[in-house]
Every structure is written in C-alpha cells, then in structure tokens.
C-alpha cells in the first residue's frame, strides 16, 4: 500500500513541476525571439526583426496568463520575466530603430535609442518595486512601446533614406519613452478573469493577431494607437473636467465639515 501512494505522490510533485516550468518555457521563447531581431537587425532584415519582437509580444503575454491560470506564479519568475523584457522589448527595439532610422544621425539616434531602452528599463523597474494592480499600469508597459516601434517599421521596412523622416523618428522614439516613465495609467486587462472562459477562444484571438501583424500591419496599428492615446486623452479629460467645474461646488466641498472623531 505504501509503493502505489510514494508513486502517487511522486507523479503529483512532477506534474507540479512541469506546471511551473510551462511558463519559463513561454519567457525563454520571448528571450530568443528578442536575440534572433536583434541578429535580423544588424543584418538589415528589418521587416522580420519587426515581426520577432511583436511575436515576443504575444509570449509574454501567454507566460503571465498561463502562470497566473495554473497557480505557478513566483518570484522567480517575475525577475526572469523582466530580464527576457530587457532584451526583447528594451535593446532589440531600441536597436531596431537606430539601425532602421536613426544611423544616418548617428549622435542623436545613439541618443534616442538609446534613451527607449533607459526609460523601458527604468519602466521594468518600477513595476517590480512598486505593488502591483491587476487593473491598471502606471505607464506605457514596456512591450506596448517596443510593438508600437516594430509596427512603425512594419509599415515601410525600407531603411530611411529621407533626412526629412528622421526627426519624425526621434519625436516619436521620445513620446514612446516619455509615456513609459509617465504616471498615466493604462489598462492592463489581467483582471480578466479566463478561468470561466473557454481557452480555445483565447488562443484563436492572438492566432489572428499574429495574422494581422503579418498580412495588414495597419490594422494592428491602428488598435495599438487608440491603447496608446487613451491614458493622455483620459487624463486631459480629467483636467479639463476639473478645471471647468463651477467655482461654488469646488468651494462648497473645501468648506464641508469633518465628521466628530470617535
């Protein structure tokens, strides 16, 4: 009786086993896929260096999904999470487009590039220091700044040739950095709840993402911009609310009596 149940018991630590390493599996797929745009960049493969870091993307998404759907989450994990992010969505981007249309500035484009990967960096950083909400993000995530870069250079994977584009470049490498050390905040959907849903669904939605990425780059950009826009445009509609509010109603709760202390 007691062999059946050591056996049991072995089968049921190596299935927990297998379950936390699913997840790492997805992070090392996002690390590769990081490595392999870099080697397409440096090659001037700038189209498929694009696709690679979207399709990083989408493993980083499934890692954190799976995890938190199968109970593996861990603090291992988080920090190896965020050290595959530093490659895929900090250096190979910022690469990416220094390589695609900054090099014929080479001073300012080491300067801008180079200032995505600081502020995607410092972005990582503060989400593993700061407590984390399910909700929303504080800041652009990092893989929405490094897509949002790989789209651009999906629309016209031809290396710039235009001295007139670059600025266009620089302007928008510097709002993407400036939004991912921002205090905005963004939806991060994890509070969405997949156990009550059925996966198949799940996984056919980032199937036709990934089919969007590589057939009509547009679309994709399109829903990505509207992501991007809705934290300064929620934010400027709170001000403005604020701002235009009648004076009487801003006095009226400035004076408003404190509840008796106990």
Same mark, same amino acid.
């Given at each position: ?25 997805f992070t090392i797929a996002n690390m590769f896929c990081g490595f392999w ?24 998404? *499934?890692?954190? =999904? ?6 593996? #989450? ?7 999470? %965020? ?7 900090? #250096? ?31 972005? *990582? ?8 909400d399910l909700g929303h993000f504080q800041g652009l995530p990092i893989p ?6 790989? *789209? ?26 400036? *939004?991912?050390? %921002? ?10 709840? /997949? ?10 939605? /980032?199937?036709?993402?990934?089919? /969007? ?7 994709? %950009?399109? /829903? ?18 604020? =701002? ?16 008796p202390a106990d």
């Amino acid at each position: 009786m007691r062999l059946p149940r050591l056996r049991r018991r072995k089968s049921a630590e190596q299935l927990r086993r297998g379950v936390y390493i699913i997840p790492s599996l997805f992070t090392i797929a996002n690390m590769f896929c990081g490595f392999w745009s870099l080697l397409d960049a440096s090659h001037g493969r700038f189209g498929r260096a694009a696709v690679l870091i979207i399709v990083a993307a989408v493993a980083d998404m *499934l890692d954190g =999904r799976i995890a938190r759907l199968t109970g593996s #989450t861990s603090s291992f994990g988080a920090a190896y999470d %965020s050290l595959a992010d530093v490659v895929s969505f900090g #250096t190979a981007p910022a690469f990416l487009v220094y390589r695609w249309g900054l090099r014929l500035q080479p001073d300012f484009g080491l300067f801008f590039s180079f200032l995505f990967l600081v502020a995607g960096s410092i972005r *990582l950083a503060r989400f593993n220091s700061s407590g984390h909400d399910l909700g929303h993000f504080q800041g652009l995530p990092i893989p929405g700044g490094a897509t949002a870069v790989a *789209l651009l250079v999906l629309i016209s994977p031809a290396p710039v040739s235009h001295t007139w584009f670059i600025p266009v470049v620089m302007v928008f490498v510097l709002c993407l950095s400036l *939004l991912m050390v %921002s205090n905005l905040e963004y939806r991060s959907f994890k509070d969405l709840d /997949l156990k009550r849903q059925w996966p198949a669904p799940t996984l056919f939605v /980032l199937a036709l993402v990934v089919a /969007l990425v590589t057939l009509r780059p547009h679309l994709l %950009s399109v /829903l990505l911009a509207l992501y991007i826009l809705s934290a300064p445009v929620a934010q400027t509609s709170r001000w403005l609310r604020r =701002r235009n509010a009648p004076p009487h109603l801003e006095s009226h709760a400035s004076t408003r009596p404190e509840a008796p202390a106990d």
